[in-house]
């Protein structure tokens, strides 16, 4: 069993950045793969970003790359999401996620889920 508790969310301007954890229980937490979702009203939850086991391979969503960056400390069981640049259409509750398959992008390839945060982008 793995538990998964988001943090970081809050109210931002655009142009500015925020970073968010995902702070895991299990000790097998550094074996999933992670990955961040987000959900906008009216919007399916749909992949932001993914990590690998080891941290060593990545993948972003066209729309966050180049601004976002995910990372992880298997030694903390942390993932993190570090977001700049951020624009009013990243407005969403965001959630982490783990899987137990190595290149999942689909909500249905995920097997533990966080309760999510909340990030608003406006001026």
């Known amino acids: 069993q793995v538990q998964l508790v988001e943090s970081g969310g809050g109210l931002v301007q655009p142009g500015g950045s925020l970073r968010l954890s995902c702070a895991a229980s299990g000790r097998t937490f550094s074996s999933y793969t992670v990955g961040w979702f987000r959900q906008a009203p009216g919007k399916e939850r749909d992949i932001v970003a993914r990590?690998?086991?080891?941290?060593?391979?990545?993948y972003y969503a066209d729309s966050v790359r180049g601004r976002f960056t995910i990372s992880r400390d298997n030694a903390e069981n942390t993932v993190y999401l570090q977001m700049n640049s951020l624009k009013p259409e990243d407005t969403a509750v965001y959630y982490c996620?783990?899987?137990?398959?190595?290149?999942?992008?689909?909500?249905?390839?995920?097997?533990?889920w966080g309760q999510g945060t909340q990030v608003t982008v406006s001026s």
């Open positions: 990590i690998s086991w080891s941290g060593g391979v990545t």
């Open positions: 996620a783990a899987s137990s398959r190595p290149f999942g992008t689909r909500v249905g390839q995920y097997d533990y």
